[in-house]
């Protein structure tokens, strides 16, 4: 069954009243499966407020990952998440127009990770998934992306892919220049799964209406 067509059959139960009323069918994410062959680009997104304030969008691009496995010839599976040592917003405008990859390591920790591993990326927060990481990318429904590392595995992003259509200086306000050291990333962005709902045999659909137990 299409995703569209079930939530036709009833989009208050599986939206929520205020949600529909607010933004009708539609569910207002993203979902994507995600397999990294190799380390994805450095990249940041604006939040909801940044996308309404300057780019005229309804939604930024806040972003959560479920890590569902890894390859078997990944040792230490990890991904970018936040600045451990930021640099100034002049620095890092001349380490980007430079494309000084080294320095722009120098910014980020390995955050390790493991399959079932829940994170969150806000706007503002710049990350990247490390390679041979296969995962579910949930997001805001918008393509809005800050991309400052230019070339990767030979492919170079064209102009258009890199600052939202708007130049370095206009992007460098989207960023979240704080430190944020493993233990905050851990306690900040990392997520324990949680049971929410229990379906079984029990659980049953009315006409018009569907149910679950409890």
Avoid: W
Wanted: glycine fraction near 8%; hydrophobic fraction near 40%.
């Amino acid at each position: 069954m299409l995703f569209s067509d079930l939530i036709e059959l009833d989009p208050e139960y599986f939206l929520g009243a205020a949600h529909v009323q607010r933004f009708g069918k539609q569910p207002m994410v993203l979902v994507k499966l995600l397999d990294s062959a190799m380390r994805l680009q450095y990249q940041a997104h604006p939040t909801a407020e940044f996308a309404q304030r300057y780019l005229g969008s309804s939604s930024g691009k806040a972003e959560a990952y479920y890590i569902l496995a890894v390859r078997e010839e990944v040792e230490e599976p990890y991904v970018y998440l936040g600045f451990q040592r930021p640099p100034s917003p002049e620095a890092f405008q001349r380490c980007v127009e430079e494309q000084n990859l080294a320095e722009m390591e120098s910014y980020f920790d390995r955050i390790r990770v493991r399959p079932g591993d829940t994170l969150f990326i806000p706007g503002g927060v710049p990350h990247a998934i490390g390679e041979g990481i296969f995962m579910v990318e949930i997001m805001e429904p918008s393509g809005l992306a800050v991309r400052f590392e230019f070339e990767r595995a030979g492919y170079t992003l064209p102009e258009s892919a890199r600052f939202m259509g708007r130049g370095l200086d206009f992007c460098l306000d989207v960023f979240d220049f704080q430190a944020t050291p493993e233990a905050l990333v851990r306690s900040k962005y990392m997520f324990e799964p949680r049971l929410e709902a229990r379906y079984g045999p029990s659980a049953h659909r009315a006409p018009g209406r569907l149910h679950h137990p409890g």
